[in-house]
Nanobody, 117 residues
């Protein structure tokens, strides 16, 4: 079992920024990793991903950083909007022979982000 622990959530006003951090108890450079979010009453959605090779998706206002020395995956969210309010989850998966699986195996408990004035 791979443990992931998220931190950094909180309540912010629109236009603010937050940095979420995911600490994984293994070498981050080995895993496919991602941030997901789930708003109340909504399905969980993927926010941003990074492969074990460092290839990452891009999403406006979201900056992904991986620190393989400290085994952390950080997500900086800029210009926060009320629609960013959600529980944010870090996830990891063992890489396939080529690429990453569609489903993630390991999940953190989540960190809440609330954006309101």
């Amino acid at each position: 079992q791979v443990q992931l622990v998220e931190s950094g959530g909180g309540s912010v006003q629109p236009g603010g920024s937050l940095t979420l951090t995911c600490k994984i108890a293994r070498f981050t450079g080995y895993y496919c990793m991602a941030w997901f979010r789930q708003a109340p009453g909504m399905e969980r959605e993927v926010v941003i991903t990074i492969t074990h090779n460092g290839e990452r998706t891009v999403k406006d206002r979201f900056i992904l950083s991986r620190d393989n020395t400290n085994n952390t995956l950080s997500l900086q969210i800029n210009n926060l909007k009320p629609e960013d309010t959600a529980m944010y989850y870090c996830a990891a998966a063992d890489p396939l022979r080529v690429g990453c699986p569609k489903e993630y195996t390991y999940w953190g408990q989540g960190t809440q982000v609330t954006v309101s004035s």
